[in-house]
């Protein structure tokens, strides 16, 4: 990077009323790191957002120890004003973390609630300090990604095991770090009084499979999360169930993510819509083929489940009079996505005009079938199907 256009873009940071350094996606120089550190060393700004993600330097790979990123790691832990920072696939990598952590759980006047280090390489050997920096009670972290990491099975279960006291924590996103069945284990032993402003918890991309689902169906109910996401964690109906089951008592759970699993009967959720929390419901690019009117059945007197994506399944024309139910029977329902699914063209248009001749106190419902792409075209067809291909369809629908 031109060093003369980042010395003005530091200047001009106190000029700011939200001031930045955002670096994302270059590539800096030896020069460029040693002003950074001087500025960030004797204070001349205040910097309230930092964003270095994908840096690199020349020749110099992120897991290569380099004495000056150690250096500039340092400081930013150091540094007193940073409230925000985003070090995600940059040559601050595992290799300088050592030095940033140290530095940031000796800094008792640190601003810092935002930390994300998603892509350095962290091993399951860091995650004691990362603890320890998670739980200090003189740091104020309230959001920690170390997102598509090498954290593995021994890692999480050390990283659960000392964070229960980090009571300030409210996201922590451990999404695409190798974690198995195993790894579920460390959520063994929680109370009720750990991580209790805990508010989102993302294992996304793990593959936990059905074993790693029922192992956290065991524990959910002490998870005092609004928000879990479980997309692609290869879980199945038979995970499912369970999960569903246990999740349906946890009364903090407001929104489940489960997209991208192998669920193909929608039934399998039907346990959890007991809950009197839950209002968002995302289960988007699964196999979902069968079980929707069961799903519906158990939606009534539901009053709390707000959006249901079901966008990118199986479902087709046989679960039609299913679809209805649900638009029917869910009181609460504001959105609901069915788009990319295996309905006929027919099935689509007749479908759209069915769900808008709901009672009056679902006109609040909306409802996709088409691609985003293909509303234009949804819009037509309902405008130009004939009134005999509507009463067929209706017909249809209500019988049984």
Not at 188 to 203: C, H, I, K, S, T
């Amino acid at each position: 990077m031109d060093q003369d256009t980042l010395e003005k873009q530091i200047k001009e940071i106190n000029s700011l009323s939200y001031p930045l350094l955002d670096l994302q996606n270059v590539q800096l120089s030896d020069e460029n790191l040693r002003y950074i550190s001087t500025s960030l060393r004797t204070s001349l700004v205040s910097i309230i957002k930092v964003v270095l993600n994908d840096v690199t330097l020349p020749g110099i790979g992120a897991a290569i120890p380099y004495p000056l990123c150690q250096v500039v790691a340092a400081q930013f832990g150091l540094n007193k004003t940073i409230v925000s920072l985003y070090l995600d696939n940059s040559v601050f990598g595992r290799s300088c973390l050592k030095f940033l952590l140290t530095a940031l759980n000796s800094n008792l006047g640190s601003s810092l609630t935002i930390l994300s280090l998603a892509n350095n390489n962290i091993a399951a050997r860091d995650c004691k300090i990362l603890a320890e920096v998670m739980s200090n009670p003189h740091l104020n972290l309230c959001s920690v990604s170390l997102k598509d990491n090498c954290i593995g099975d021994f890692g999480v279960i050390d990283l659960l095991a000392g964070i229960r006291s980090a009571y300030k924590l409210q996201t922590l996103d451990l999404g695409g770090n190798g974690i198995t069945a195993l790894g579920v284990h460390g959520f063994v032993g929680w109370q009720a009084n750990d991580l209790v402003n805990l508010r989102e918890l993302d294992l996304s991309n793990n593959p936990i499979g059905d074993i790693g689902a029922i192992n956290l169906a065991a524990h959910i109910s002490r998870i005092k999360c609004k928000k879990i996401d479980l997309s692609g964690c290869h879980i199945s109906n038979i995970g499912m169930r369970a999960l569903a089951t246990a999740a349906a008592g946890n009364k903090y759970l407001e929104e489940l993510v489960l997209n991208n699993n192998l669920i193909d009967d929608l039934a399998a959720l039907a346990p959890l819509l007991t809950s009197k929390n839950l209002c968002r419901l995302h289960l988007r690019s699964n196999r979902i083929r069968v079980g929707v009117d069961a799903f519906a059945i158990a939606l009534v007197g539901n009053v709390t489940l707000e959006f249901l994506d079901l966008r990118d399944n199986n479902i087709d024309d046989s679960q039609s009079q299913g679809i209805v139910k649900i638009a029917g029977f869910a009181e609460g329902l504001r959105e609901l996505l069915l788009a990319n699914n295996q309905f006929t063209e027919e099935c689509i248009t007749l479908l759209s005009g069915m769900l808008l001749e709901l009672p009056p106190k679902r006109k609040a419902l909306s409802f996709l079938l088409y691609d985003i792409d293909s509303l234009d075209d949804d819009l037509e067809s309902l405008t130009t199907n004939t009134s005999s291909q509507y009463d067929r369809m209706v017909k249809r629908l209500r019988s049984g």
